[in-house]
């Protein structure tokens, strides 16, 4: 089967699969890297960007606010899909899930963050 999924006004997604399991897995899987979702902090729109730094490619969901400019940066799985995936949780230097208690450490405004120059870091 292949079903169009629509995830925003201007952007429709094929998706084919054989069972209805692998179809919700990649519904699942498009959600949660390419669908856009409003500004954690102030519920703007927007925007799909890439950028890159050095050797490294990030990959964010960017505010169009021009004074809000946070960002929900996206992960790529480190196995043989590479998907991608919303970074929501708290990771320590060496990227891994911050845990307290056994439970994982999720970031305010659902991973959506902005540069606080006067703390040097993203809040
Ligand atoms: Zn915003």
């Given at each position: 089967m292949i079903v169009e999924y629509k995830i925003s006004p201007n952007m429709i997604v094929k998706i084919e699969s054989e069972s209805m399991t692998t179809l919700f897995e990649k519904i699942h899987a498009v959600n949660d890297s390419l669908k856009p979702e409003p500004c954690g902090k102030c519920q703007s729109e927007s925007m799909h960007v890439v950028r890159s730094a050095g050797?490294?490619?990030?990959?964010?969901?960017?505010?169009?606010?021009?004074?809000?400019?946070?960002?929900?940066?996206?992960?790529?799985?480190?196995?043989?899909?590479?998907?991608?995936?919303k970074k929501r949780t708290k990771v320590d230097g060496d990227g891994r899930t911050v845990k307290e208690d056994g439970k994982t450490v999720y970031l305010p405004d659902r991973g959506w963050q902005r540069w606080d120059s006067d703390k040097g870091e993203l809040v």
């Amino acid at each position: 089967m292949i079903v169009e999924y629509k995830i925003s006004p201007n952007m429709i997604v094929k998706i084919e699969s054989e069972s209805m399991t692998t179809l919700f897995e990649k519904i699942h899987a498009v959600n949660d890297s390419l669908k856009p979702e409003p500004c954690g902090k102030c519920q703007s729109e927007s925007m799909h960007v890439v950028r890159s730094a050095g050797n490294n490619v990030y990959y964010e969901l960017v505010c169009t606010n021009n004074t809000c400019r946070a960002k929900l940066s996206l992960g790529i799985e480190n196995n043989e899909s590479k998907r991608l995936y919303k970074k929501r949780t708290k990771v320590d230097g060496d990227g891994r899930t911050v845990k307290e208690d056994g439970k994982t450490v999720y970031l305010p405004d659902r991973g959506w963050q902005r540069w606080d120059s006067d703390k040097g870091e993203l809040v």
